[in-house]
Each structure stands twice: as structure tokens, then as C-alpha cells.
């Protein structure tokens, strides 16, 4: 085997090796997930140069280099976050927002709208590039196939997904089977595969290319309202329900391989953390629980706020998870000491619908129905900033993924650019 680049990985930290075997080029990925602001380059170094064959003595100096760069990344949310402005309102619209997401690069960007279309933006201009028409009614969920972003999926109340050139704006294939809204569409971590959530209680599996269904998966008993691949290999897809339960399936067979009980109400999202070994949900029962997504086990369960838990996502590190509720607040816990919290976000005057966290952790950013976003400190709870200036509640929020831009979707028909 032989070392031909080392590429960094920002978000989580880590380095993707570039290798050649047997005239192969291959990639291994290395995860850095404790790497913070004051961690020792030299001892990670040593450590990574005794582990990995493909770090030899001669790359040592081009290594640490590498680290010196990923640990000034993870800096650059200082203790009192940074500051955003308004940049651009795109407001083509003509009905409310329902979802809106970045590229990778940051440069795109897309919008769903109860009007039937999904539009692609360009983030630097505020102009519309294209807008995806074909939708018989809402287009609910939007998604690139991440990180290569050369399709996009929207999924719509006309029971149909779609899948889409971003370049030419033509739709390439439509995913049919479903007798009820799509209310979830995401793709593989490859893109190979697209998966659907619908209100007809089911999910499917489609190949991303023909727009073949390849499994449909029966189960549930409620609407089926959020979905995710594994981050990793993608053979693995969690399913979460009107029903109260959360399903685990495996990709390449149609069974279902666990489910996991404990909730009491409807669930209202669920997610993997980064390397797949945990899966967060939150529930309208007030409550968001930890599972460990190989025993299946529930690791630990938070009841902290007072209404219900609208949403939930891990941080990039997979360290941290944050949730948001009715009752006006969002709260972080610590999975690995017992779902601790952390931290306890309040200021907003109505329900938090949304939360994310940006990609070096130090913020959070939240949505409400109170027409505002927020960024928070992740550490002390403090609010940096208001995000004001929508005219409806605020249903959809996004970092992009350098961290240095936002997206809101609201009410009002718009979204906007903050940078």
C-alpha cells in the first residue's frame, strides 16, 4: 500500500487517507471526534503514526500540519459565536415554505413550498436558478444526495417522490407505490439507494438510478413522518411513527430487524449520530430517548420538558444531542454521561419546531413559531443572536456546512440567506 494524499475531513474532525493497492485507489476514512481547541497535535500524531501502517515517519510533519488545521477549524466559534446578517430574501413563493437545505459547498441551495415546486437558489446572487415543476401538490421534504449533491429528492403530498438533475432542472425518475402524502425522502450516504416515508404507514426502498421500488416495508400502524440512512455503509435505515415506536430495518433483506418501544406518544423525529452507534428520537409524550442502534437498548430517557419534544439532532461528533419542544425551549445533553444536560435554551415566545446544531458544535441554531431563529451558545445556553425580520412562524432552519451561513423557510412565503 501507498500514502498519495491525506484529505481533511471538517465536519466531524477526521482524515480521509488516499491510498494506491495493487494499483487500486482506495480511501480510509479516520475519525477525530475529541478533537477540541485543546487537544495535543503531537500526542494524536504519535498515536495515529502507531496505529495506522499508511502513516509512516515520512509523513509525520505533512500530518501534523493536518491536525494543526482541523483543531483551528474546531476554534473558530469563539465563546461568543459569531455574528449573522441579513443577506438575501428569496421570495419567489407564492405559498409557505415547508423545507429548505444547502449543498456542500454552500453555493446552492433549495426551497419547498405548499405551491407545488421546489427551487434551487443561488446563494451567492439570491437569484432562482430553477424551479422543479411537476408536483401535483405540496412538495414537503427536499434533499441533495450528500456529499456529491448531483440529484436532489423532493417528496410531496401527491403521494409521489421525484428525483432531480440540480443542473438542468429536469426530473430523471419518479418514485411511485405509495397510497398516501410523502412526508420524508432522503438518499443513501452513496445516493445509490432513496428511501420514502409516507402517511399510508409505510416506508420503501427505491434504486436512486431507475426509480425501481426494491422493498417496501410494512410494520407500522401510524404515518410513517421521518426516516434516515446510516451515515456510514447506508445498509441500515431507522423509520419513526405516528404510531409510537421506532423501526429498524436492514436494506438488503425486506424484514424488519428491531423495534424499539418505550414512547408513549407519536414520534416526531429520529436520527443517527455520526458513526451509526446511537439513535436519538423525540416524542409528542414530552419526552426524547437514547438507543443504542445494534443491542437496541434504551440507554437512557429525558423527560425535562414540559411539553413536547419536536425535534431532536446529535451534534457532528455524535457527543452531544439537543432537542426542542412546545414549551418554548430547547435543551442539550451530554450522550455520553447518562443524557446529562448541558445546557437550556429559553427566550423564544412560542413552540420550537426546529434545532441544529452548527458544524463545529460551538452553536445552536433554533426555529419557532414565534416568526425568529435563534443562535445559541452551546455551552453556557446564552442567546448570541436573533434572527428576526419573517412575518410568519418559522418552519425550516439550516447551517450550511462551513458554518458560516443560515437559511430560514417561514410562513410568510420566504426564505432567507443570513451570512
Known amino acids: 500500500m501507498k500514502l498519495l494524499k491525506i484529505h481533511l475531513r471538517y465536519h466531524p474532525p477526521g ?59 474546531t476554534e473558530h466559534e469563539g465563546p461568543t459565536g459569531k455574528r449573522y446578517y441579513i443577506y438575501k ?89 405509495h397510497t398516501g402524502e410523502v412526508v420524508a425522502a432522503q438518499f443513501s450516504s452513496k445516493g445509490d439507494f432513496a ?12 434504486d436512486a438510478e431507475t426509480g425501481t421500488e426494491i422493498h417496501s416495508y410494512a410494520g407500522h400502524t401510524a404515518e410513517v413522518i421521518a426516516l434516515q440512512f446510516d451515515p456510514n455503509e447506508g445498509h441500515r435505515l431507522i423509520t419513526g411513527s405516528f404510531d409510537g415506536t421506532i423501526s429498524l430495518w436492514d436494506t438488503r433483506v425486506n424484514d424488519r430487524v428491531s423495534v424499539l418501544l418505550g414512547h408513549e406518544g407519536e414520534i416526531s423525529n429520529v436520527q443517527f449520530n455520526w458513526d451509526s452507534s446511537l439513535v436519538g428520537s423525540a416524542s409528542l409524550d ?57 445546557a437550556i435554551m429559553k427566550g423564544h415566545r412560542e413552540e420550537v419546531s426546529k434545532v441544529c446544531f452548527s458544524p463545529a458544535g460551538g452553536c445552536l441554531l433554533t426555529a419557532s413559531a414565534d416568526r425568529s431563529a435563534r443562535v445559541w451558545n452551546t455551552t453556557t445556553g446564552n442567546c448570541i443572536q436573533v434572527l428576526s425580520g419573517h412575518q410568519g412562524e418559522i418552519f425550516s432552519c439550516a447551517f450550511s456546512y462551513a458554518g458560516d451561513a443560515i437559511i430560514t423557510a417561514s410562513k410568510d412565503n420566504t426564505c432567507r440567506i443570513w451570512r
Open 15 to 73: 482524515i480521509v487517507l488516499e491510498y494506491s493497492q495493487k494499483g487500486v485507489v482506495k480511501k480510509k476514512d479516520i475519525d477525530l471526534l475529541d478533537l477540541n481547541c485543546n487537544s495535543d497535535i503531537k500526542e494524536i500524531a504519535n498515536r495515529l503514526h502507531h496505529r495506522e501502517a499508511l502513516l509512516t515517519g515520512d509523513v509525520r510533519e505533512q500530518l501534523q500540519c493536518c491536525l494543526e488545521t482541523l483543531k483551528k477549524r
Open 286 to 342: 414530552g419526552s426524547a430517548k437514547l438507543w443504542d442502534a445494534r443491542s437496541t437498548a434504551c440507554l437512557a430517557t429525558v423527560a425535562s420538558h414540559t411539553d413536547e419534544v419536536l425535534d431532536i439532532c446529535f451534534d457532528w461528533a455524535g457527543q452531544r444531542v439537543a432537542t426542542s419542544s412546545s414549551d418554548n425551549s430547547a435543551r442539550i445533553y451530554d450522550v455520553r454521561a447518562d443524557f446529562r444536560e448541558l
Open 195 to 206: 428511501a420514502t416515508g409516507s402517511m399510508d404507514h409505510l416506508a420503501k426502498l427505491f
Open 89 to 177: 430574501t428569496l421570495q419567489t413563493h407564492v405559498l409557505p415554505l415547508t423545507n429548505v437545505c444547502f449543498n456542500k459547498i454552500g453555493n446552492k441551495c433549495l426551497s419547498g413550498s405548499y405551491d407545488r415546486t421546489c427551487k434551487i437558489w443561488d446563494v451567492e446572487s439570491g437569484k432562482e436558478l430553477k424551479t422543479l415543476t411537476g408536483h401535483q401538490n405540496v412538495v414537503y421534504s427536499v434533499g441533495f444526495n450528500f456529499p456529491a449533491c448531483t440529484r436532489i429528492i423532493t417528496g410531496s403530498f401527491d403521494k409521489t417522490a421525484k428525483i432531480w438533475d440540480p443542473e438542468s432542472g429536469s426530473c430523471l425518475t419518479t418514485l411511485l407505490g
